[in-house]
């Protein structure tokens, strides 16, 4: 019951900053790797000849647990040969992602995560609401949520293709 009341709190909190609004973050390309592989180098004309997803990543938080799992979803993003870093006033997949210490005395244990995947089509125009996940986090998993989150975005990418056209 306790953790339930945790969770929908944290929910509400997140949620609420996500739409406050964030500030721009560099975001970085990245592929989605399966857990413990290791990435490979890919050729720049393979890179040039596949089209790849443009994506920005958007943190709120000042947790360190968090801070670490944004870095770690924009480099996943960064090594990847289906995204790549969205430039100006294209249309990208935006993830606006909030992160906070699970327990506030403890910030460096675990932290909470929710992220909004919107479609952006120009800056000063409304993102389009795609899907949102939340979830907790610890050092150790870092890398598999982030290949976790850049896999989800692969398959809303896929779902909602029409929109790049």
């Not at 560099?26 to 443009?54: F, N």
């Not at 935006?94 to 910030?107: G, S």
Request: with cysteine; net charge negative; aromatic share 10%.
């Amino acid at each position: 019951m306790y953790r339930e009341l945790l969770v929908a709190i944290f929910t509400v909190i997140c949620f609420g900053t996500l739409f406050a609004g964030i500030p721009n973050a560099q975001a970085q390309e990245v592929s989605p790797q399966r857990p413990g592989s290791t990435p490979r180098a890919v050729p720049e004309a393979q890179k040039e000849s596949s089209p790849r997803i443009p994506v920005i990543v958007e943190h709120a938080g000042s947790d360190p647990i968090g801070i670490r799992l944004a870095f770690a979803l924009k480099e996943t993003f960064g090594k990847s040969t289906l995204f790549r870093l969205a430039v100006g006033e294209e249309k990208k997949i935006t993830l606006r992602m909030a992160t906070k210490a699970e327990f506030t005395d403890r910030p460096g244990l675990a932290s909470g995560w929710a992220v909004i995947w919107l479609f952006t089509e120009q800056s000063d125009v409304l993102g389009f609401y795609l899907e949102s996940d939340l979830g907790f986090t610890g050092r150790e998993d870092l890398g598999d949520v982030a290949v976790s989150v850049a896999s989800r975005t692969e398959e809303i990418a896929k779902r909602f293709s029409y929109l790049f056209e």
